[in-house]
C-alpha cells in the first residue's frame, strides 16, 4: 500500500500477485493523475515480494518514465535474491535504484534532492 512519507515522497509496501499488480497500477494511475509538479519521489519496498513477472517489470518502466518527465527519483528496496536474479538476467538491475533497505531508500532520496 502506498502512503505519503512526506509532501514529497511516497512509501509503497509491495506484495506479491495479484496484490502487485493491483498497486503498481494504482501508483502509475496516481502519477499520471497528478499533475507534473505534483508528483511525488517513489519507494517502492519489495521486502514481500518473492516473484515478479513481465507484466509487472513492464509496470516498473512506465512508473520510472513517468517519474522521469517529472524530474523525480524511485528507489527499489529490500528486494529478494530471485527478485534480484530477474532484474539482472533482464539487465534492469542497471536501470533501477536499488537501497537495502527502506531507511536507506529514503535517505538517499532526501540527499538527492537536497543536491539537486
Not at 507484466?55 to 517519474?67: C, T, V
Request: hydrophobic share 45%; aromatic share 6%.
Amino acid at each position: 500500500m502506498a502512503t505519503d512519507w512526506s509532501d514529497n515522497i511516497v512509501i509503497a509496501d509491495l506484495a506479491d500477485e495479484p496484490a502487485l499488480s493491483d498497486e503498481l497500477a494504482s501508483i502509475i494511475q496516481r502519477l499520471l493523475d497528478s499533475p507534473e509538479d505534483k508528483v511525488p519521489h517513489l519507494v517502492l519496498n519489495f521486502g514481500q515480494v518473492t516473484y515478479v513477472n513481465s507484466s509487472n517489470l513492464a509496470q516498473l518502466l512506465r512508473l520510472r518514465k513517468r517519474l522521469a518527465e517529472c524530474k523525480r527519483q524511485m528507489r527499489v528496496c529490500s528486494v529478494s535474491d530471485e527478485v534480484w536474479s530477474v532484474m539482472m538476467v533482464t539487465g534492469l538491475d542497471k536501470v533501477f535504484r536499488f537501497a537495502p533497505d527502506p531507511m536507506t531508500a529514503l535517505a538517499g532520496l532526501q540527499l538527492d534532492d537536497a543536491g539537486g
